[in-house]
């Protein structure tokens, strides 16, 4: 057997399957041009939502909710060319946005409508209507605390000991100008001694307890004495008029020395037998009286306004026309 050259070079054959598969191969176009496929139907959908009005795009989102376009019934799948489920013969409505018969409406630019300020007496109104709203506030809490206290002192009248005794002399009561509390004589139980301003001693201990009370309120006072309609003509021609002033300032002297605030009375009047309690009958003692009105805000300015003549012209209350007869001299003021 002949022996082979060892000069003989050694050839080894390679063989490459032809086609696709490596890297440069199309599968690649394919995938691409699907996914710039899909981003175009995308933007052109994300153009149609924005290009279409509201109605019609509620109608585009009506048809993919249910493409059956048939009102009432559930989603299914459209019937169409492909079979269930392919492409729908069904139209969108648009609300006339399709249909070419309809000539294309120019929107004309609006020029804005200049808005007219209101008038000046309008606005006035407005502010005077807003400042009497806030007034009819102000003025139901104020009474609502008058009510409260009005309460209260009903209810130390039937309990307090010192009190209890002469709740027959005490009337309570809401008026205009604000809570009157007025401290009567009784026949066998005058709140003075006779023809004098020197108070009794249960009636000391009532304007003791009162003042207790009228101390709790912000509100001023106003204090008024009555007589009753008997002449009375005192040394140096005094009257009921001097009477029944200086009763009041003794009354407004015992609620200070109890502890009332010396700020807190705006007014001491002295009116007589002008203003009766009882007009059937002058001379009962029920007219001699201590009247303690604690004033409403309005009350108290109309009471600080009576020296100037507006004020007096336009004021057609009793009390506000009535002159304030100064206290005797050591009064106090």
Do not use: C
Request: hydrophobic content about 40%; glycine content about 8%.
């Amino acid at each position: 057997m002949a022996r082979k050259s060892p000069d003989r070079p050694i050839v080894i054959v390679k063989r490459y399957k032809r086609g696709g598969g490596g890297h440069h191969g199309g599968a690649w176009k394919v995938a691409y041009a699907d996914f710039v496929t899909a981003l175009m139907a995308f933007f052109l959908v994300m153009w149609l939502v924005t290009a279409v009005s509201k109605e019609q795009r509620a109608a585009i989102f009506d048809y993919f909710k249910n493409p059956s376009m048939e009102p009432g019934k559930s989603v299914k799948p459209a019937p169409g060319m492909a079979g269930p489920g392919g492409a729908s013969t069904s139209p969108i409505n648009l609300h006339g946005a399709m249909d070419e018969r309809r000539p294309p409406v120019a929107i004309k630019p609006q020029a804005p409508v200049p808005t007219a300020a209101p008038p000046s007496g309008q606005r006035k109104r407005t502010e005077q209507e807003e400042l009497a709203l806030a007034r009819d506030a102000v003025n139901a809490a104020e009474h609502r605390q008058l009510d409260s206290l009005m309460e209260d002192l009903k209810k130390a009248v039937e309990n307090s000991q010192a009190l209890s005794p002469f709740k027959d002399q005490l009337l309570l009561d809401i008026t205009p100008e604000g809570l009157r509390i007025q401290i009567v004589d009784q026949q066998n139980r005058p709140m003075f001694d006779s023809g004098s301003a020197h108070l009794k001693p249960y009636t000391e201990a009532i304007l003791t307890e009162l003042a207790r009370y009228l101390n709790t309120v912000p509100n001023r006072l106003s204090l008024t004495g009555h007589t009753d309609a008997a002449p009375y003509a005192g040394a140096s021609g005094r009257t009921n008029w001097d009477l029944s002033s200086e009763r009041a300032n003794a009354a407004r002297r015992a609620l200070e020395a109890a502890g009332l605030s010396g700020d807190k009375t705006a007014r001491v009047v002295g009116l007589s037998s002008s203003v009766l309690f009882d007009r059937a009958d002058p001379r009962n003692p029920i007219n001699r009286r201590i009247s303690i009105i604690v004033m409403t805000r309005q009350a108290e300015q109309d009471a600080l306004k009576t020296d100037t003549p507006m004020s007096v012209a336009n004021d057609t209350s009793p009390a506000a026309s009535d002159p304030v007869v100064p206290a005797p001299p050591g009064g106090g003021g």
